[in-house]
């Protein structure tokens, strides 16, 4: 029952209600998924930098590799923000565990919101794909980060992440039984979570990892 889903956290995206409506009305396997995790919604954490920060640290290793890396890299700063992390020594960021690369990454990161070549004041009259494309043109940025940025940052409801291991691998278990999944299968289940399809990527993260993943 839609009831089971209710009511939401007062912090919950406006949306979020009417997208649990939805889903469990269009998707026999969201009607079955959503209620298993009642009162738990998207969060932001209200700081663009910092999102996209996370998103850089956590590229290519595991969630609970990346929170390590994390807890570590986030001490260095006194304030987590572009202008202190460009004052931070390469070994100093190195020693947290980050790669040379990924160094690279964040100092670029931190140069582009520092000099204002980042338009974070502008995002929300913005669509997505024009805020994807003013994004991967930092350094170490994709699309894939772009899209997390877009869910967990912006909060935006109809984000389709394909690149995204976590997404492909929930709906190859719970769609196709654990068959092996394609960008157009899994485009195909997804036409019937629009427009709220970062809601049903959330709660298909949800189904393989019960704790919330957060940028």
């Known amino acids: 029952m ?95 565990g980050l790669s040379a690369r990924k160094v690279e990454y964040l100092v670029d990161l931190a140069l582009h919101f520092d000099n204002g070549a980042v338009h974070v004041d502008q995002w929300t009259g913005m669509d997505d794909d024009a805020i994807i494309a003013e994004l991967i043109a930092i350094r170490g940025i994709g699309r894939w980060t772009a899209e997390m940025l877009l869910i967990f940052h912006l909060m935006r409801p109809n984000v389709l992440p394909l690149d995204d291991v976590g997404l492909i691998n929930g709906i190859s278990q719970a769609y196709f039984s654990g068959e092996p999944v394609s960008r157009s299968d899994a485009r195909e289940v997804a036409a019937a979570w629009s427009p709220y399809c970062s809601v049903a990527t959330w709660y298909i993260w949800r189904s393989l990892d019960p704790l919330p993943v957060a940028y």
């Not at 209600?17 to 998924?33: G, I, N, P, T």
Request: glycine share 4%.
């Open 2 to 96: 839609v009831t089971a889903v209710l009511p939401m956290p007062a912090n919950a995206p406006s949306y979020w209600a009417d997208a649990c409506k939805h889903l469990m009305k269009r998707d026999r396997v969201m009607k079955k998924l959503i209620p298993q995790f009642p009162g738990a919604t998207l969060q932001s954490r209200g700081d663009a930098f910092t999102t996209l920060a996370r998103s850089i640290v956590g590229q290519q290793i595991s969630v609970k590799a990346a929170q390590s890396v994390w807890e570590r890299f986030e001490k260095l700063p006194a304030k987590m923000v572009p202008a202190n992390v460009l004052k931070l020594k390469v070994d100093d960021m190195r020693a947290a």
